[in-house]
């Protein structure tokens, strides 16, 4: 179980950034709980200041209905708290005003997340965000500077076009988090050039440390009032579980608020 400093801003404002020696950054998420990742590692990490609660297998109950089993939520979480207003605004789909909440926390370098994202997001937009059921917010948790670097170039991007920045970051993550050559640096710059960024617009979002700050705050938040220890985790309805899900899970689980 590998600890993470989960204070980056200092490292990241550099000019230039250094980010070639962060091979280490698909290690940083949990596990233990989630259903299976293709590409998944068997190391996980949790944030240096918590106490990783992913390291014991969820206990289930059975969904009656569709014979789909639940994962036990860890705890109960104030969710008139959790949807208030943070230091960076939201990056949500759907109407705030849906009966369903769902907010993830989630991290940029972890391969679960990355799962989830590819595998379940869209199929769940398409079933319960698009028909008014679920408003669902993605809230940062980066475990390390390239999760934090991410995040940035992901708030720098055009407005509307932050969600869209996050999933193809996503989908491209083994190529800018672990490149061959290890110049992690360089395959972000690449891969955000694709999304429009120069090298100087890049710079420049990276070495804004206002936005590092928020970024951070966003993280910090979640892990002090909410409880948020490995990714990604997911706060439903004044519920907290943690670790990736299928769609039929999450589905289920949705249901289950409504």
């Known amino acids: 179980?590998?600890?993470?400093?989960?204070?980056?801003?200092?490292?990241?404002?550099?000019?230039?950034?250094?980010l070639g020696a962060?091979?280490?950054?698909?290690?940083?998420?949990?596990?233990?709980k989630?259903?299976?990742?293709?590409?998944?590692?068997?190391?996980?990490?949790?944030?240096?200041?918590?106490?990783?609660q992913a390291e014991t297998p969820a206990e289930t109950t059975t969904a009656p209905a569709a014979n789909v089993e639940l994962p036990k939520a860890d705890r109960?979480?104030?969710m008139a708290e959790v949807m208030k207003p943070g230091p960076l605004p939201e990056l949500a789909y759907g109407?705030?005003?849906?009966?369903?909440?769902?907010?993830?926390?989630?991290?940029?370098?972890?391969?679960?997340?990355a799962h989830f994202h590819a595998t379940t997001l869209d199929p769940i937009k398409q079933k319960y965000v698009d028909s008014g059921k679920v408003y669902f917010v993605v809230r940062e948790f980066p475990f390390d500077p390239?999760?934090?670097?991410?995040?940035?170039?992901?708030?720098?991007?055009?407005?509307?076009?932050q969600l869209p920045f996050i999933s193809m970051f996503l989908k491209q993550q083994r190529a800018w988090a672990a490149p061959s050559d290890g110049d992690v640096r360089g395959a972000m710059l690449q891969n955000a050039k694709l999304a429009g960024f120069?090298?100087?617009s890049f710079e420049a979002c990276l070495t804004n440390q206002q936005l590092a700050a928020d970024v951070s705050a966003v993280r910090d938040r979640g892990a002090k009032e909410f409880g948020v220890?490995?990714?990604?985790?997911f706060l439903i309805n004044g519920k907290a579980y943690s670790g990736d899900m299928s769609v039929d899970t999450m589905s289920a689980l949705i249901d289950s608020f409504l």
Not at 1 to 18: E, F, H, V, Y
Not at 34 to 49: D, I, K, L, N, V
Not at 95 to 113: F, G, I, L
């Open 1 to 18: 179980m590998t600890k993470i400093d989960l204070t980056p801003t200092r490292r990241i404002l550099l000019s230039g950034i250094a």
């Open 22 to 32: 962060l091979s280490m950054a698909l290690t940083a998420c949990s596990d233990e």
């Open 34 to 52: 989630s259903e299976p990742a293709a590409q998944a590692p068997a190391e996980t990490s949790t944030p240096a200041t918590t106490t990783a």
């Open 76 to 78: 109960d979480v104030d």
């Open 95 to 113: 109407d705030p005003n849906a009966p369903v909440k769902v907010v993830e926390y989630m991290s940029m370098t972890c391969p679960h997340c």
């Open 146 to 161: 390239a999760a934090t670097a991410a995040f940035m170039l992901a708030r720098c991007a055009p407005e509307g076009q």
């Open 198 to 200: 120069t090298q100087e």
């Open 229 to 233: 220890q490995s990714t990604p985790t």
